[in-house]
């Protein structure tokens, strides 16, 4: 009778332990985020888009994209926060 007690216990453990949703979530892990930035400006003219990297990233960036390839631009350089201004004055 004991070892049937212990194992409808365990039972009862597992099953508990298996519908359990108390388990933590995975973070949200963003789409884009920058890790290494240029350092030389981009022709206005070869810009597709610029857009602004999740707030949830290490590193606050934008992602400026050209026909070619995406570069990372840290946003306090002044030629990206020019662009971006005339892109929000259109």
Do not use: H, Y
Not at 3 to 23: N, P
Not at 38 to 54: G, L, N, W
């Amino acid at each position: 009778m004991r070892a049937s007690s212990l194992c409808l216990v365990f039972g009862l453990v597992l099953l508990m332990a298996w519908t359990s949703e108390a388990q933590p979530a995975a973070p949200a892990v963003p789409e884009r985020c920058c890790f290494n930035f240029i350092d030389f400006q981009i022709p206005e003219k070869k810009i597709v888009s610029a857009v602004k990297t999740s707030s949830d990233c290490p590193s606050p960036a934008i992602v400026v994209t050209t026909p070619k390839t995406e570069f990372c631009v840290k946003p306090e350089e002044a030629w990206i926060r020019t662009f971006m201004e005339k892109q929000l004055m259109k």
